[in-house]
């Protein structure tokens, strides 16, 4: 729950403070064109070039560098880093909405009971931030399942088919190879999916309504 | 809202939150520098400050690499489906809310349904489709393809904005001799300004940035949108770093100042967005 602490933090100050501003700036790659995003990261796990090794060559460990992307062991991580990196902010304001909604005055008979901050977090903050827990849950998964953009952007699916997503997949499939069949039977696949997900996290979370 | 003040740490907690920034600050400013350098001088040296600043870079990508000539492109696919979708979608949300007809929950139901269809398991049918019409490679297609996906968030956020109207002022607007669409032309839309504001962000960020559909749609170099043109300006330059990074900084600056100056409408907007949706 490291988003959830981060997001916790930002809640004590006033919007528009520091953490306010702070809170902008990690929101800001969401709004960026991918490709873009997918273009600048390739500079980054540039082989020669790139900050990455370059980084590793500095601090002397030159063992780990590598051809980030073309290493078919690190290339799905490198992309799910970009990812987590481009829309961490998203999912943190979501959180940080969810806890600004809730009423302080919970929070203030919380700590006259004697509650420690973790206590507080655990037993007020967690359970009243549920439905957004869930939103959240939902849109990475969704969202990891339509996952293109990126992928085509930094990989293009390679190093043979290591980073192969399956819209990426439907997209070779059926627009490159112009197997129209096969892309229709994936598509189906994808959106069964995509309903089977949404449909059992919904279930995960099911919550009582709460009144306050 | 003062939990746990005993245990706080400011200089900690700034010094974490500066940590957590750097990532974010750092390779931005690590591309616009080097987009000033020649690409010899970038293999030689990335880290460096240019010697000499290499502003040709910028007008070879946005001439010669047809980067302003697929910004055009973004701005005319955008700004159509944009004003389609807006219109289509009031007017879709104030019948489905504010008058009385029999089949006017289903139709909302419709909507909610189509919100849950990714958009990647429609894109063969609908290419299909409009082969069929000769609406393939073609800015229009994309203009109604992004509506129309746009559609179902954008109705149901209006269509609650709507419902908390009070049904008094359209009678008092009705008892003054107003109009239907008068009433919805006058009075509904200029009361909604903050809601459509939001779909409009909402939209716009997601319209802006789609790659996917316009990969698939678009083949002609001429009428490509912003990130399908970056792709094919990667795919020419491939080992020409410099006119690259340019390009790169050229997609990502314009998004950026938007951002700072509507960053909390636009915060506020996608949030609205993801959180009704």
């Known amino acids: 729950m490291r988003r959830g602490g981060e997001s916790a933090e930002i809640r004590k100050k006033e919007p528009g403070g520091l953490f306010g501003q702070a809170a902008g700036l990690f929101f800001s790659p969401a709004v960026i064109s991918s490709v873009a995003v997918g273009l600048m ?115 293009g699916g390679g190093p043979v088919h290591r980073t192969e ?48 | 809202m003062n939990i746990g003040r005993k245990t706080d740490a400011p200089l900690l907690k700034h010094a974490l939150l500066a940590l957590f920034a750097i990532p974010y600050v750092y390779p931005i400013f690590w591309l616009l520098v080097n987009s000033f350098k020649t690409t010899e001088e970038i293999f ?16 070879e990508a946005w001439v010669t690499g047809k980067i302003g000539h697929y910004f055009l492109n973004s701005v005319l696919v955008t700004g159509g489906a944009l004003a389609v979708l807006i219109l289509l979608a009031s007017m879709a949300a104030f019948a489905i809310a504010r008058m009385r007809w029999r089949l006017s929950g289903v139709v909302l139901g419709l909507f909610t349904i189509g919100m849950m269809i990714p958009i990647h398991a429609t894109l063969l049918p609908l290419f299909m489709f409009f082969s069929r019409l000769s609406l393939t490679n073609s800015r229009l297609a994309l203009v109604f393809l992004y509506a129309a996906f746009g559609l179902p968030v954008a109705i149901l956020i209006l269509a609650n904005f709507f419902r908390s109207f009070p049904r008094e002022i359209e009678e008092a607007a009705a008892m003054d001799g107003c109009s239907m669409a008068m009433l919805f032309w006058k009075i509904t839309l200029p009361m909604s300004r903050a809601a459509l ?50 390009a790169t900084i050229l997609v990502i600056i314009p998004g950026i100042i938007v951002y700072s100056m509507f960053n909390n409408r636009i915060i506020e907007g996608m949030t609205a967005g993801a959180l009704k949706g």
């Open chain 2, 197 to 246: 504001f939001t779909v409009l962000i909402f939209s716009f960020m997601n319209i802006w940035n789609e790659l996917l559909v316009a990969l698939v749609f678009i083949s002609d170099v001429d009428r490509m949108t912003l990130p399908v043109g970056l792709m094919n300006f990667k795919g020419q330059y491939a080992t020409n770093y410099a006119p690259l990074l340019a």
């Open chain 1, 165 to 212: 997503v399956l819209a990426s997949h439907i997209y070779t499939r059926s627009f490159q190879y112009f197997e129209y069949g096969y892309g229709n039977a994936l598509s189906i696949i994808l959106l069964l999916i995509c309903l089977l997900c949404t449909v059992v996290i919904n279930m995960a979370f099911v919550t009582e309504e709460l009144e306050y």
């Open chain 2, 44 to 59: 030689r040296d990335p880290w460096g400050l240019p010697r000499q600043f290499q502003w040709s870079n910028y007008p």
């Open chain 1, 41 to 155: 990261w390739s500079f980054i796990f540039h082989p020669t070039i790139g900050l990455l090794n370059q980084l590793l060559h500095f601090a002397g460990l030159e063992s780990l560098a590598r051809q980030w992307l073309l290493d078919p062991k690190t290339a799905l991580w490198a992309i799910a880093f970009v990812t987590s990196w481009q829309y961490a902010g998203y999912s943190m304001v979501l959180f940080l909405a969810g806890i600004q909604n809730i009423p302080p005055n919970i929070f203030e008979s919380a700590k006259i009971d004697g509650a420690g901050p973790l206590a507080v977090i655990r037993h007020i903050t967690l359970p009243m931030i549920k439905p957004i827990i869930k939103v959240n849950t939902i849109l990475i998964t969704v969202g990891s399942l339509k996952f293109f953009d990126l992928v085509y952007a930094m990989t």
